[in-house]
């Protein structure tokens, strides 16, 4: 019996790999990147933050709207990516 448990668990594993190619992998869009900026916006206003972490979080906002600005014109920078 517990052979066939592990064949099972041996095929799940093969097919679950086997699902998983370069063309899958995640990646972020500029426009998830804006919405992100924009998440960071709303938490900061509703007070998500404590004052030590903000120096932090303002850092990566920064970076992030750095990096949109890096984009071509009219792909990286949308709603929400304001310096």
């Known amino acids: 019996m517990a052979k066939k448990a592990t064949k099972k668990a041996t ?6 790999t086997e699902g998983t190619n370069e063309e899958t992998t995640p ?7 804006s919405i992100l900026v924009q998440f960071i916006d ?5 007070g998500a933050f404590e004052g030590s972490e903000l120096e932090a979080v ?5 970076r992030i709207v750095a990096l949109l600005q890096t984009q071509p ?3 990286g920078k949308g709603r929400g ?3």
């Open 11 to 16: 095929k799940e594993s093969q097919e679950w």
């Open 58 to 62: 303002g850092g990566a906002r920064n």
């Open 42 to 46: 709303v938490c900061c206003k509703r």
């Open 81 to 83: 990516a304001k310096g």
């Open 73 to 75: 014109k009219g792909k």
């Open 27 to 33: 990646s972020l869009a500029p426009q998830d990147l």
